[in-house]
């Protein structure tokens, strides 16, 4: 595409629709925002003036692209987009400067926001990682696209109309036009469930989903549907928009392997069952979830699944998360429940900003996903005992990864949808307040797993605890958990207390490397070459012709191979021509501490301090060379040095006078 060179791989595009969907979904949640704020366990805190992607899409929708040749696209593209707001649609960014925002960085672990993205200039930096880039390389990187799929998906998100898709391989053509087919599919499917929910047939389950206490407006929301009793109901009515094999690889279908060992003809995978759709970020659907209606012997499992498939992976998708995205940033944390059915039941009651693993421990890709979005979770996992090691095992993961949990613990044993249907949202929402520290939970835990007061049972109940404590990132946090797990497990013993403080000890902690310290001349310099208004032109042209005369008084720099490309670059953007990571990351540091570009005599001195340092330089190459001359008795060569180092004293002393005098 940047070559402008024209793929013969296209397929017809499908992001704006994908992006006007999940869009309408977060404009219909903000209109119960204020309501929500009232439960959050981590006290008040939503970002004022957090931008949604509803708003990015009301402010660019008015940019239309006329006829532009391909190979513009992209540049039109990259002058459309705000990265600010293409970003925030990722992550969330505080203000951090006149032109600048900051946020956790979504490419490396960390708990302190060391990710900076430039407003005016349109690049991120991350100062832990050294990740930079533009526009397309952030969505490129988060979304692990190519960079035509990243220039299709920015121009998507800013409603800039795109013809034709373009591939860089007929893998990647092939790849993506399955997968755009098997949307279809599931979208047609999807209508299709609705529809079958709706007629005769879907009586029964209309009534199992009125006894769980779904609305019609819930039930289309969430876009619930049945699937008929029958083994081709699905087949037929799909069979017409794709071949064998796409319909096979969809999984919404099921095929008995035969005698020699080949699969057999397709039937409908999903019968007599509640269908939910199961969507991506974006809303669209990729698979289903589906409970039985039968019950005995017939009744097969509770749930079943998609496969796995080209759109669907099980450990990559948080159910809800579509929906939920929005008001998990409004309220800084998100509400993670186990089973669909919890899920869509809370959603439905006001409480938005929930997701549910499915009812398994949670991946560490499922926890990436998240950790864009928030970093602090309550949990309300089912309290019997495989919803409690589910639990724990999503908690120790999510511990690692820097989140900060609380966990709610319903009582009544109840489910969260039998909780909220039975005793209201209100008393769900102060069970919500009422949520505890992780380690407070694990310590009741801890006592409740092994009661007693003998010391063989507080060492069980230490040991127990000792991997959690281990686990929290934070050294502080760790003495806490420490401190109160001796507490309340009345250990006084002296080896176990010191068991524990060990414990707090260990955990290695994050280093964060930062980027090497850039000294002030070389910040003036990058800033003065990275000037892109030409009412400063003078001031780049002064640092532009230093380089051009006197390269070698800039060789020891250690950003200068990003001086020197910034010198050649002309008009071109100044964090595109610097090719190496490391100096695009030095760029990086410059440009986002500046606030204007460096004053004319503010580069000359700049400049007059880098021939100073030249000429010491040479000086004490001089005096060495000077010293051996004198060793070896070379009287000549001894004179040639002197005389050169005279005129290196009276050159600095000339540099040194013409200086405005320093009070
Ligand atoms: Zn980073």
Known sequence: MRTGVLSPFLVPLIETRELMSSQLVNSVQSAHRPHLQAFSPFGPGPTPGTISAFHILLRTSGLILNKAPMLDIAQTVKQQADIVKVIEGYIRLRKAGAQNYTGLCPFHKEKSPSFSVHAVRQFYHCFGCGVSGDVFSFVGKIENVSFPEAVRIVAGKCGIPLPKREFSS???????????????????????????????????????LAGRGLTP????????????????????????????ETLRASGLFASKEQGDGTQGPIYDRFRKRVVFPICNESGRVIAFTARTLETGEKAGAKYINSPETPLYSKGQVLFNLDKARSAIRQLEFALLVEGQMDCISVFLRGIQNVIATSGTAFTEQQVALLRRHTSQVVVNFDPDAAGSNAA??????????????????LDGGLDPDRYIRERGVEAYTAALRGSRRQSDYLIERARLTFPGASSEQKVKAMNYLLPH???????????QFAADAAQKLGIDSAVLREELRQAALKRRDHVETRTTALTEVERVLLRALAIDDPEFEQTRRLAIEALAQQPAWFEHLGAFAALQALADRQSRDPMEVVEDEAQR????????????PPEESEVQSAIQEIHERAIESRQRDLRALIAEAERRGDFAELAVLTQQKLEMDRTLRQLHNRKPPER
Do not use: C
Not at 220 to 242: H, W
Not at 585 to 596: D, G, H, I, Y
């Open 392 to 409: 724990e095992k999503s908690i120790a993961l999510l511990t690692e990864e820097g989140f900060t949990i609380k966990i709610v613990t």
């Open 217 to 244: 407006e819930g039930i289309k929301t969430f876009r619930i549907g049945y699937a008929p009793d029958s083994f081709n109901a699905l087949r037929d009515r799909l069979s017409g928009m794709a071949d064998q």
């Open 585 to 596: 990351a030095l760029l990086a540091e410059a440009l986002l501490a500046e606030t204007k």
């Open 469 to 479: 404590i281990r686990r929290l990132p934070e050294k502080l946090a760790r003495d």
């Open 170 to 208: 007929p893998e990647e053509a092939a790849g993506a036009r399955l997968r755009g087919k098997l949307l279809d599919l599931h979208e047609t499917a999807t209508a299709w469930f609705q529809e079958q929910l709706q007629g005769p047939e879907g009586a029964v389950a209309r009534e199992y």
